[in-house]
């Protein structure tokens, strides 16, 4: 469904059980950035009513991950540490069109949104599939599917809001784009690191 070029090596995980607290951390960042992305989109084309209507309901979302990511943090005993940088989110960012017009790149923004659900989504899965605790494993298999959801939705609004031809042309772009930076993460007990 996702359409990714390179799948997570589940070794990952491993990764990953070496140091939770510094995944939770790093997961309620994104979420926070997420919430923000959607927020930004929303302020730069507030005159498209049902974008609006649909981001928001997306930025809600993600605030309420945060707070389930916070919880979960705290119900462990750990600290939500600083905020970290997202490496991989910020060569995504490099890949975005900085010409064209506000609607060419409102539907860029939107497919680099794809883009950050689809390998979240992607990572949600294999963490629930392989991590040993099992209340992260259900936390994360109830999370992919609410990424596969926003996933599903940013696409569909980038299709809406150009041409379909164009977007799945974009779309394909994306998708090799990621794949020849994925090969650096997967080594990180972070969500894409």
């Known amino acids: 469904m996702l359409g990714l070029k390179l799948k997570t090596d589940p070794k990952w995980v491993n990764i990953v059980e070496t140091n939770i607290e510094e995944i939770l951390t790093d997961h309620a960042w994104c979420e926070q950035k997420a919430a923000t992305n959607a927020i930004t989109m929303i302020t730069h084309n507030s005159e498209i009513e049902e974008l609006v209507t649909e981001l928001l309901v997306?930025?809600?979302?993600?605030?309420?991950?945060?707070?389930?990511?916070?919880?979960?943090?705290?119900?462990?005993?750990?600290?939500?540490?600083?905020?970290?940088?997202?490496?991989?989110v910020n060569e995504l960012f490099k890949f975005l069109k900085k010409d064209g017009s506000r609607?060419?790149?409102l539907v860029d923004r939107l497919l680099f949104s794809a883009m950050i659900e689809a390998r979240s989504c992607e990572r949600f899965k294999v963490l629930s599939e392989n991590i040993k605790d099992e209340e992260l494993a259900s936390f994360y298999r109830d999370l992919m599917i609410s990424e596969a959801g926003h996933y599903?939705?940013?696409?569909?609004?980038?299709?809406?809001?150009?041409?379909?031809?164009?977007?799945?042309?974009?779309?394909?772009?994306?998708i090799e784009y990621e794949g020849s930076i994925i090969t650096k993460y997967g080594t990180q007990e972070t969500i894409h690191g």
């Open 103 to 105: 609607l060419q790149s």
């Open 152 to 174: 599903t939705t940013f696409l569909t609004l980038a299709r809406k809001h150009g041409n379909e031809a164009e977007v799945n042309k974009r779309w394909k772009e994306w």
């Open 58 to 88: 997306i930025a809600r979302e993600e605030l309420e991950h945060l707070q389930m990511v916070h919880d979960l943090i705290k119900r462990k005993g750990y600290q939500l540490g600083r905020e970290r940088k997202d490496n991989y």
